[in-house]
């Protein structure tokens, strides 16, 4: 164990080693590796280095290279006490049937736990049947374990058993909350960050908070993906929007409001790109179009 740590510490694993770019820019100083290298020179897979960034237990910079992790930040990780066994097992990630058994309850009480927003899914995927399937880090429930050990047994609240009744669910906006958070951390730019809180109102909702097509559009284009998507899953795309499109109008309300401060913050520091007045900027659904009959308008809204 102490051989692969000194591997991931000197950036060779399996007899690969990973090679330092010369990747100075914007965020960044000294030399940095590309996320595969540094994937591998941690010991991790591509999903395990994926939520180590979003997590921040690995943090990357800006280079002119784009996104890339410093070669200092790998020895940073790697000199970590317990390293490389404690940072996956803070990267563990569990479904229902695991959570479950971590926790010693019933599949059933965790997922009512999990409705009424104890705790927040770190992942989702769609399986066979579209139907959303949510994981969680299991050091979040360790730790829900040891806040709230009161909720593990006995009867439901019945705070909680009425919400539930009542159809309340909120584990798409824990994590959507999550993620949201996530980015946001990744970027200082304005305009970016207002992006990342545009990502997940709906078209409508969108046009309604922001009235500057050319605005909406510059949103539109710094949009960050909330989740990786494959090319061919055309076939639960409306599942994956129904899970990352805030839909209560209490959530809605708030990343209104926070958009709103967002783009006060991005206006003053630069405007939106304009094009030259004779062009148009790129169109949306909830764009008017000079001269285009309403009926058809209303027909392009309703494929939404």
């Known amino acids: 164990m102490a051989r692969r740590a000194e591997r991931a ?44 960034v979003q997590l921040g237990e690995v943090r990357t910079v800006t280079t002119d290279l784009g996104r890339r992790v410093a070669c200092e930040e790998l020895r940073r990780v790697t000199a970590a006490e317990g390293f490389p066994e404690a940072l996956i097992a803070r990267l563990r990630v ?18 009512r736990l999990a409705r009424g927003g104890f705790f927040a899914p770190v992942r989702f995927y769609v399986n066979r049947y579209r139907a959303v399937v949510w994981l969680y880090l299991a050091s979040d429930l360790t730790e829900f374990a040891v806040r709230q050990p009161e909720l593990l047994s006995g009867r439901t609240p019945p705070g909680l058993s009425a ?24 970027t200082e730019d304005p305009w970016e960050r207002a992006a990342v809180l545009a990502s997940v109102l709906g078209s409508v909702e969108l046009a309604s908070a922001v009235a500057d097509p050319y605005e909406r559009a510059h949103l539109r284009e710094l949009r960050p993906a909330l989740v990786r998507t494959r090319p061919d899953a055309g076939a639960v795309r409306d599942v994956i929007d129904t899970v990352v499109t805030a839909d209560d109008p209490r959530e809605i309300r708030r990343y209104r409001a926070a958009l709103a401060s967002s783009l006060d913050d991005a206006r003053r520091a630069r405007s939106a790109p304009r094009p030259d007045a004779g062009l ?25």
Request: charged fraction near 25%; aromatic fraction near 6%.
């Open 280 to 304: 148009k900027p790129a169109l949306d659904d909830h764009t008017p179009v000079p001269g285009r009959p309403r009926s058809l308008w209303q027909k392009l809204i309703g494929r939404r």
């Open 94 to 111: 569990v479904g229902t049937a695991e959570s479950a058994e971590l926790l010693g309850i019933t599949q059933g009480r965790l997922t």
């Open 9 to 52: 510490g000197t950036g060779e694993r399996a007899g690969r080693p990973w090679r330092a770019g010369g990747a100075g820019g914007a965020g960044g100083s000294g030399e940095s590796v590309a996320f595969g290298a540094a994937a591998r020179a941690l010991g991790l897979n591509t999903r395990q280095f994926e939520l180590a």
């Open 163 to 186: 919400a539930l009744a009542a159809g309340e669910d909120w584990r798409a906006a824990k994590w959507r909350s999550r993620r949201i958070g996530q980015l946001l951390a990744q």
